[in-house]
């Protein structure tokens, strides 16, 4: 049994329907969806709804996401299909991925990348705030897919102790080359938090879908 599908969904934001934007957003080790929706509210987004998963024990994978593949699995798996699930419910209801926002901090931005990598297609929009693809140097992600046009921020510190910079803008090209309109932003000096700045990097990004104050 996937542990991350027994854990609570929080709903926050707007009403899930098809005419408001989705944010999927994602906590990252040792956090709660608490944290991430701080990190949402800060957009000013009234018309956004938001669904934020809680990982299991608050930890999607178990080792850092820059080790081999098979060390974090199956709860690399278990997060990935936690997020498949969240998808696959709202097009249910409606709202096709192209209305919905994928985004991430920390160990919740690696999960968002990662999953965009696998299931590459528009999107509302990919946010993946100190975060990149999971794996070890030398991995070969497959070029497939298509974001086709999907806006995307991929942001870091220069020194970020959980996760190289030269990781992100790896990120950056995979989403690039898969058709991607990215935005990539390494700051110097920054803690591993969510500045003002990558908020407004965020809110230009998200614009299109209307709704933003």
């Avoid at 049994?1 to 934007?21: E, K, S």
Wanted: proline share 8%.
């Amino acid at each position: 049994m996937n542990p991350h599908l027994l854990t609570p969904v929080v709903h926050a934001g707007a009403p899930l329907d098809p005419a408001n934007p989705v944010i999927v957003a994602l906590h990252g080790r040792t956090q709660d969806p608490a944290f991430i929706l701080g990190v949402v509210e800060r957009l000013n987004w009234p018309a956004a709804s938001v669904v934020a998963p809680a990982a299991a024990d608050n930890t999607w994978y178990p080792l850092g996401f820059m080790q081999p593949i098979e060390s974090n699995e199956p709860y690399l798996s278990y997060a990935l299909e936690r997020v498949e699930t969240l998808l696959a419910d709202l097009a249910q209801r409606g709202i096709p991925a192209e209305r919905t926002v994928l985004l991430g901090f920390s160990q919740g931005a690696c999960l968002a990348a990662e999953y965009a990598i696998r299931h590459s297609q528009r999107y509302g929009g990919l946010i993946i705030f100190t975060g990149g693809a999971v794996g070890p140097d030398g991995t070969q992600w497959p070029v497939t897919g298509d974001f086709a046009g999907t806006p995307a921020v991929l942001t870091c510190g220069d020194a970020d102790a959980w996760v190289p910079a030269d990781r992100v803008s790896a990120t950056n090209r995979l989403f690039a080359d898969r058709g991607a309109t990215t935005t990539e932003k390494i700051f110097l000096g920054r803690e591993h938090i969510v500045s003002d700045e990558e908020i407004q990097m965020a809110r230009s990004a998200l614009a299109h879908l209307g709704g933003l104050s």
